[in-house]
């Protein structure tokens, strides 16, 4: 599933993150339709990481999960490149922070899951 192009909800989950079910839980909550695509079975392509990060409005740099093993494995390093980074995250997919909520050209990062209401 591609990220949507309208106003279409779609949730990049991952189901073992305490964080994205909760995320999830909240939007069926509120009774939200919305799309889920499990970004570890299905990962983003560079053209759509580099997507996010406009509708994120930060550098990959700021949602990429330092503190896993994948992090060192990729051969990151703090002063890491947008590029590089951007790279990394799409051949390892678990570098990359979760849930993320995707309406139009916006998107939103599920910590605290709460913080994807304002793309409501």
Known sequence: ???????R????????????????ELLEQKGLDFGERLYLEE???????Q???????RPA????RRK?????T?????????????EAIAAHPILMERPILVRGA???IGRPPEAVLELL
């Open 1 to 7: 599933m591609a990220l949507p192009d309208d106003d």
């Open 9 to 24: 909800l779609l949730l990049l989950h991952n189901p073992r993150c305490s964080k994205s079910r909760a995320t999830r």
């Open 43 to 49: 990962p983003l392509s560079r053209a759509e990481l």
């Open 51 to 57: 997507d996010l990060a406009k509708r994120l409005g």
């Open 61 to 64: 740099k700021e949602w990429v």
């Open 68 to 72: 896993e093993e994948a992090f060192g």
């Open 74 to 86: 990729a051969g990151l390093h703090p002063d890491a490149g947008e590029e590089e980074i951007v």
């Open 106 to 108: 916006r998107a939103a």
